[in-house]
């Protein structure tokens, strides 16, 4: 009995969720790490011989890419429809963890209230400010897909105008690379992933702990559709030699003690609402509220988000 599981997430605690997963079940996980589009490109190669159950890797523009291209099958589980709230799953895969995409700002340098927004990022005001990483990049290009899902988009090209013009430099870097250059002064405000922030409260070290103590976290749109949501995911492979056995992987990964795994691996929330994972740094990001419309929806605007961010200049 086997599942073999193409991943593209992998922190250590990751082994831990999977030689758990053997206990419980006796199934043997045969687990390929590698990048995201790597992995893809290979499940396409080896097409119908392919020995991958599942791919796991994060971000709902690549989870929506890879469905577009074929390669999942429909998700039928009683369980994972009853504990994944049906705005974090769509017909073939499916979200275990959250991640929020948030805006950290010098707290020297920039007023709070006039970062509140990822629209107000665009004001004229912040100009020679803003630092985020490339616009082609999947993390924004969900951010994109969701604000044309919630103002049309006209307006989401319009934000992306002023963003541009707001730059402090061109786009280059990960998010963390953001952070850092908010810290050090170059940028007065920048995008980033939650997760990013929650690695550096963590951090021992006096440089992280000096970057975290110069800048002020902002839970965006906090008055309107609220914070921005991304997901780390799978789906089950059409050409799944062992679709039973991934069923309950999936499942598992669903369940209470994986759920607390899974997220904290990565300093993410669980996706199954009853789940407490104690974590300092998240509980330390205290409530806020998340931008709850459904992910089957916004999630295949990503490519319209590219053509607009294109239009912008948004490199
Ligand atoms: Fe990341």
């Known amino acids: 009995q086997v599942v073999n599981i193409y991943s593209a997430r992998h922190y250590s605690t990751d082994q831990a969720l999977y030689d758990n997963f053997t206990k419980e079940t006796g199934i043997v996980v045969r687990r ?24 796991i890797t994060v971000d709902a523009s690549r989870l929506f890419a890879a469905d577009r291209m074929g390669l999942f099958a429909p998700l039928q589980s009683a369980v994972l429809q009853s504990r994944v709230p049906a705005h974090l799953r769509t017909p073939n895969w499916i979200a275990f963890s959250t991640r929020a995409r948030v805006i950290v700002y010098d707290k020297a340098r920039v007023d709070r209230a006039a970062v509140s927004t990822y629209e107000s990022l665009a004001d004229p005001k912040l100009k020679g400010q803003v630092c985020v990483r490339s616009g082609a990049h999947p993390y924004n290009l969900s951010l994109g897909a969701a604000m044309i899902a919630h103002a049309g988009e006209a307006a989401t090209e319009q934000w992306a105008r002023g963003l541009v013009a707001n730059f402090a430099r061109a786009p280059k870097g990960g998010d963390t690379d953001q952070i850092k250059a908010v810290a050090a002064g170059e940028c007065g405000v920048a995008i980033v992933n ?4 929650a690695r550096l409260m963590r951090s021992r070290t006096p440089e992280d702990q000096k970057t975290m103590a ?12 609220g914070t921005h949501v991304n997901v780390s995911g799978a789906g089950i492979l059409k050409t799944a030699p062992n679709k039973a056995n991934a069923i309950r992987f999936l499942e598992y990964l669903a369940s209470d003690q994986a759920q607390v795994y899974f997220a904290d691996g990565n300093n993410e929330w669980p996706v199954v609402t009853t789940v407490k994972v104690q974590n300092p740094a998240l509980d330390a990001m205290g409530p806020w509220k998340a931008d709850a419309s459904p992910i089957e929806r916004w999630s295949p605007l990503t490519a319209d988000a590219q053509k607009v961010f294109d239009r912008a200049g948004w490199r």
């Open 214 to 225: 110069a800048v002020g976290t902002v839970w965006p749109n906090q008055q309107s559709w």
């Open 32 to 55: 390929i790490d590698g990048r995201e589009d790597e992995l893809v490109e290979r499940i396409r190669s080896e097409g119908a011989a392919s020995p991958a159950d599942i791919l």
């Open 194 to 197: 939650s997760y990013y922030l």
